[in-house]
């Protein structure tokens, strides 16, 4: 007789860890739930003109001419042949320290300087490679946070924050409350009431990031605000994380200016918080490559170095990926030519974007860099709150068929901003989107009257903002049911 085995049957969840099975990840954020929205139903101009339109993607597809033109010229780089002809394929198959190749880091840390304006020197040595800027920022928060510990991030941030510094790490982030008053620039008065908030939840504040140039606000920060924040953490004894990846692409003056050229002009005065301030990169915006993967750690810390390096080895730059960019990037005249031509163009698509929302009555944010604008469409909404907030949200995703984001995800506290991006469609597909979103304005009540109030449209506003709508958006049409 056989004996039968009795299996316990568990539900599936039950067999997983707490991490698996645990909702912090951020994947129910608006952000990326309107990017399920448009992969269901992606925008086509041939085979599918009626689709969504993806405007909440920040990628820079505005001069992959540029470097599909230097992949002609140099096919030795693309077939990983040394420019003998002799092929280097076995040697890179075979690569795998996780300090990375020493040609590209060179190449990289060269780039990194021109980038900044040669007003930074770096040194390869104190560079990190990481699986894009996803993995540097997360092995920053292993090197510098406990499971627990906090960091100070000005609002609005990131969406994708909450995921990259939190889910795997455990550690907290502290929103530093910045406001349209003053365009959403970080104060000390902010910075010290996030402080004394995460003390109060007893949580130990190990430092502050911030991105400069800022997601989603497309603003360079300025001198002085980046010395006040390097003030700030030199009193309190913390980290300072500057996320630069966007640096790039600013196109406005008075140009983009890195948290490191703030420490070099501190001089001996930096002596004392220069081994807790570190810079996240990428290659990811500034030159349109996100699918490498390609991203960077630098900090004069030699023990957040090692660190990060090896937790790097999880994450890695694949040997091919680093020897292709090391001949790209050592190109000094296409470089050149690339970073002046890509800001021009970042410019040109921005003021197309701009001047289009003025004509049907919606201003932005004034800016100066990034690949997206902070657009106040608080006059559209039924009620000014953020249930209005995401009732037109909705609509604009469901009915106007355009994925934006909504600010409440990059947990910005006044209701009706929200980030659009720009550089990752063609001029034609910006200008179908402008039709869609002129055809909606013009069916609402409020819209349709700021649309008349724009015979002359603003390129931009600055904050304090001196325009603000008044009226509150009647009802117009049934809110479409749609599922999530």
Same mark, same amino acid.
């Given at each position: 007789m056989v004996s039968q085995v009795v299996v316990d049957e568990k539900p599936p969840q039950q067999l +997983?860890?707490?991490?698996?099975?645990?909702?912090?990840?951020?994947?129910?954020?608006?952000?990326?739930?309107?990017?399920?929205?448009y992969e269901k139903n992606p925008f086509d101009p041939v085979s599918n003109p009626s689709g969504i339109i993806q405007m909440g993607l920040a990628e820079n597809q505005l001069s992959f001419d540029m470097v599909e033109a230097w992949l002609e010229k140099n096919p030795d780089a693309l077939g990983l042949r040394r420019e003998g002809g002799?092929?280097? /394929?076995?040697?890179?198959?075979?690569?795998?320290?996780?300090?990375?190749?020493?040609?590209?880091?060179?190449? +990289?840390?060269?780039?990194?300087?021109?980038?900044?304006?040669?007003?930074?020197?770096?040194?390869?040595?104190?560079?990190?490679?990481?699986?894009?800027?996803?993995?540097?920022?997360?092995a920053l928060m292993f090197c510098l946070a406990d499971h627990g510990d906090a960091f100070l991030i000005p609002t609005p941030y990131y969406p994708g924050f909450d995921r990259d510094l939190k889910w795997r790490t455990g550690a907290e982030i502290v929103p530093v409350h910045c406001t349209s008053a003053n365009g959403f620039r970080v104060t000390r008065a902010a910075l010290d009431d996030a402080y004394r908030r995460a003390q109060k939840r007893r949580l130990r504040?190990?430092?502050?990031? *911030?991105?400069?140039?800022?997601?989603? +606000?497309?603003?360079?920060?300025?001198?002085?605000?980046?010395?006040? *924040?390097?003030?700030?953490?030199?009193?309190?004894?913390?980290?300072?994380?500057?996320?630069?990846i966007y640096?790039?692409?600013?196109?406005?003056e008075p140009g983009f200016v890195s948290v490191l050229e703030v420490m070099a002009e501190r001089g001996a005065a930096a002596a004392d918080v220069s081994d807790r301030v570190h810079v996240v990169?990428?290659?990811?915006?500034?030159?349109? +490559?996100?699918?490498?993967?390609?991203?960077?750690?630098y900090s004069s810390n030699a023990a957040v170095v090692s660190a990060a390096t090896k937790m790097s080895s999880f994450g890695l730059i694949s040997s091919q990926t680093q020897y292709l960019l090391a001949a790209m990037l050592g190109d000094k005249d296409?470089?050149?030519?690339?970073?002046?031509?890509?800001?021009?163009?970042?410019?040109? $698509?921005?003021?197309?974007?701009?001047?289009?929302l003025g004509e049907i009555g919606i201003s932005c944010l004034e800016s100066n860099a990034g690949?997206?604008?902070?657009?106040?469409?608080?006059?559209?909404?039924?009620? $000014?709150? /953020?249930?209005?907030?995401?009732?037109?949200?909705?609509?604009?995703?469901?009915?106007?068929?355009?994925? *934006?984001? #909504?600010?409440?995800?990059?947990?910005? $506290?006044? #209701?009706?901003?929200?980030?659009?991006? /720009?550089?990752?469609?063609?001029?034609?597909t910006l200008d179908v989107a402008m039709q869609r979103l002129r055809s909606f304005v013009e069916s609402t009540t409020n819209g349709a009257a700021a649309l008349r109030r724009a015979t002359v449209p603003a390129?931009?506003?600055?904050? #304090?903002?001196?325009?603000?709508?008044?009226?509150?958006?009647?009802?117009?049409?049934?809110?479409?049911?749609?599922e999530r």
């Amino acid at each position: 007789m056989v004996s039968q085995v009795v299996v316990d049957e568990k539900p599936p969840q039950q067999l +997983l860890s707490k991490k698996a099975g645990c909702n912090s990840h951020g994947q129910d954020s608006s952000y990326f739930m309107g990017w399920q929205e448009y992969e269901k139903n992606p925008f086509d101009p041939v085979s599918n003109p009626s689709g969504i339109i993806q405007m909440g993607l920040a990628e820079n597809q505005l001069s992959f001419d540029m470097v599909e033109a230097w992949l002609e010229k140099n096919p030795d780089a693309l077939g990983l042949r040394r420019e003998g002809g002799a092929s280097v /394929f076995r040697e890179l198959a075979l690569f795998q320290d996780y300090h990375g190749l020493p040609a590209f880091k060179n190449a +990289l840390a060269r780039f990194m300087s021109e980038q900044r304006g040669y007003k930074v020197a770096f040194d390869p040595s104190n560079i990190v490679l990481t699986a894009g800027a996803t993995s540097a920022n997360e092995a920053l928060m292993f090197c510098l946070a406990d499971h627990g510990d906090a960091f100070l991030i000005p609002t609005p941030y990131y969406p994708g924050f909450d995921r990259d510094l939190k889910w795997r790490t455990g550690a907290e982030i502290v929103p530093v409350h910045c406001t349209s008053a003053n365009g959403f620039r970080v104060t000390r008065a902010a910075l010290d009431d996030a402080y004394r908030r995460a003390q109060k939840r007893r949580l130990r504040v190990k430092g502050v990031l *911030i991105t400069n140039p800022s997601n989603p +606000l497309g603003t360079m920060a300025p001198r002085a605000d980046l010395e006040m *924040i390097v003030e700030f953490v030199a009193a309190r004894g913390i980290h300072l994380v500057s996320d630069e990846i966007y640096s790039g692409t600013a196109f406005g003056e008075p140009g983009f200016v890195s948290v490191l050229e703030v420490m070099a002009e501190r001089g001996a005065a930096a002596a004392d918080v220069s081994d807790r301030v570190h810079v996240v990169y990428s290659l990811s915006k500034d030159l349109g +490559l996100p699918g490498f993967r390609v991203g960077a750690i630098y900090s004069s810390n030699a023990a957040v170095v090692s660190a990060a390096t090896k937790m790097s080895s999880f994450g890695l730059i694949s040997s091919q990926t680093q020897y292709l960019l090391a001949a790209m990037l050592g190109d000094k005249d296409f470089t050149q030519s690339y970073v002046a031509e890509n800001k021009r163009r970042i410019k040109e $698509r921005h003021d197309q974007l701009v001047d289009g929302l003025g004509e049907i009555g919606i201003s932005c944010l004034e800016s100066n860099a990034g690949l997206f604008c902070w657009v106040d469409m608080s006059h559209l909404m039924r009620s $000014r709150s /953020f249930a209005g907030e995401m009732e037109l949200w909705k609509k604009v995703v469901f009915e106007v068929g355009l994925n *934006i984001s #909504p600010g409440s995800s990059c947990h910005c $506290r006044e #209701p009706g901003w929200f980030r659009v991006c /720009f550089a990752n469609m063609s001029a034609k597909t910006l200008d179908v989107a402008m039709q869609r979103l002129r055809s909606f304005v013009e069916s609402t009540t409020n819209g349709a009257a700021a649309l008349r109030r724009a015979t002359v449209p603003a390129r931009s506003i600055s904050c #304090p903002i001196a325009i603000k709508w008044a009226l509150r958006l009647t009802p117009s049409s049934a809110d479409r049911k749609a599922e999530r």
